[in-house]
């Protein structure tokens, strides 16, 4: 267990360390002022916060204050709002103070274990001893908790400390004992989105389930979303939420989604080997989602707006110039017949899962939204040459030479996806809007993939180039 210590009078943190000292499996961080403490706490998981409520100083040698003790406080309820909090103190503590700390106490589930406890406590600094079997009791819970085993058959997750807590504290919630983990992403943002199989102590499996990692606020978000516009479609069409993951794990959270069996594939998995089966699913997807789609008026909007969506206009200033794309304004000035509705937001072929009878089930849900109503089907088709999943399957790329991107027929020549594709653009075209709708979709997803360096910018250039010429053309 990680406890940051942030106390000011040396002869105090010697008593602590002595006391500490007797309970196995504690690490003791001390910080003697504020800016030390914030330090620390950016560099590591912070199991439980211990604060000087009589006042610590801003920097070394400044003077104690108990405004600092609140203002670091403050701090922690931003970047680890779940992560427990003892406070010190030598004096008879203002009741308007004690209230003010336990209104912002939860009472959670921290460590899988059931047992909900509050997250802020007082003690007195005259009676340290009162905290050892509150320390013992903490200790205890936190050493099962990383008791849990995450296995990933000998891959490189590269999760951080908090993530990894994540999925201990949801492996015992479940009364497992080990985490086996695929990845379903490149692995290299904040956010993580995972395949697990929880296993109890006999190795029989408990659940199969996609973990979607991200910071607490961005895991809230999700919940809403599922909660207010998910929960709107067909039962079948999205994978259950079986759990959260709030705390215990500083601003780390997760957020879980039940499968029914561990060798579920993803759409763009399915692709590599059942090509027109994969197809028939992007037409059931579309089916599922029509509660969103269904009765949405067209509106006559401006490329700009629609590109606005998915991409700022600062941002569009800085790849106008990086990329030479002169001709921006001419495309943006144009106006569409487009729908909005509610949208996933990022239907890629690894958010979309394919139960064993061929149906699909999205997962991550942190980017629905109303939005054009185009961004899915577009994302869907134009993901399998961006997506970092496909890098190594991709058997075929588009050549605009001759053909373009508008001109299926040209197109799709010798591409072994080609009922995939128009599976997804002809699911574009019954909901954009518009024919110009859908073009300008295409011009907002590439533009957008600009920004990723992971990606063949060669590629989406002929693409949105040749998107480009269709609009103005069309024009």
């Not at 951080?160 to 695929?182: E, I």
């Not at 999205?238 to 500083?250: D, E, F, I, R």
């Not at 269904?294 to 006559?300: I, T």
């Amino acid at each position: 267990m990680n406890i940051l210590y942030i106390e000011s009078n040396r002869n105090t943190i010697d008593s602590f360390l002595d006391l500490t000292g007797v309970i196995p499996n504690i690490k003791v961080k001390v910080a003697e002022s504020k800016e030390d403490a914030i330090v620390i706490a950016k560099n590591n998981l912070i199991d439980l916060f211990i604060i000087n409520l009589d006042g610590i100083a801003e920097n070394i040698g400044d003077d104690l204050s108990f405004d600092i003790s609140k203002d670091f406080f403050r701090y922690v309820l931003k970047k680890a709002a779940f992560t427990p909090v003892y406070f010190l103190s030598s004096s008879n503590i203002n009741i308007d103070v004690t209230n003010y700390l336990l209104s912002e106490s939860h009472h959670i589930d921290l460590w899988g274990d059931g047992e909900s406890s509050p997250t802020i406590k007082v003690f007195s600094l005259d009676d340290l001893g009162v905290l050892t079997p509150e320390l013992t009791t903490l200790c205890d819970s936190i050493c099962l908790v990383d008791g849990m085993s995450i296995d990933s058959a000998g891959k490189q997750l590269y999760l951080t400390p908090a993530q990894k807590r994540v999925l201990k504290v949801f492996t015992r919630k479940f009364k497992g004992v080990s985490c086996h983990v695929k990845k379903l992403d490149g692995g290299l943002s904040q956010s993580r989105v995972l395949q697990i199989r929880i296993d109890d102590i006999n190795g029989a499996s408990r659940l199969h389930a996609v973990a979607k990692l991200d910071n607490l606020k961005n895991i809230n978000k999700d919940v809403s979303n599922y909660t207010q516009e998910i929960s709107r479609l067909p039962v079948r069409a999205y994978a259950p939420q079986v759990g959260v993951v709030k705390g215990g794990a500083s601003n780390s959270a997760g957020v879980f989604y039940r499968l029914l069996k561990s060798d579920d594939l993803s759409l763009f998995q399915l692709l590599v080997t059942e090509k027109i089966i994969a197809a028939k699913v992007v037409v059931s997807l579309m089916g599922l989602l029509s509660t969103w789609y269904e009765d949405r008026p067209r509106e006559s909007v401006s490329i700009q707006s629609i590109r606005q969506e998915m991409v700022s206009d600062e941002e569009v200033s800085i790849l106008s110039e990086k990329f030479d794309l002169g001709w921006i304004q001419e495309v943006e000035r144009i106006n569409v017949n487009s729908r909005k509705s509610s949208i996933h937001g990022d239907l890629h072929g690894e958010n979309v899962f394919v139960s064993n009878n061929n149906e699909p089930v999205m997962i991550d849900f942190g980017d629905v939204r109303v939005g054009a109503s185009v961004f899915d089907p577009i994302t869907l088709e134009l993901s399998l040459f961006t997506h970092p999943s496909t890098k190594e399957s991709i058997e075929w790329l588009p050549n605009l030479d001759n053909s373009s991107w508008a001109d299926l027929d040209t197109y799709l020549i010798d591409c072994p996806y080609s009922n995939f594709i128009r599976a997804c653009r002809d699911w574009s075209h019954k909901v954009a809007g518009g024919d110009q709708a859908v073009n300008a979709g295409a011009y907002a997803y590439l533009l957008r993939q600009l920004k990723y360096s992971d990606v063949d910018h060669e590629l989406i250039m002929e693409l949105l180039k040749s998107v480009k010429d269709t609009i103005i053309g069309t024009e």
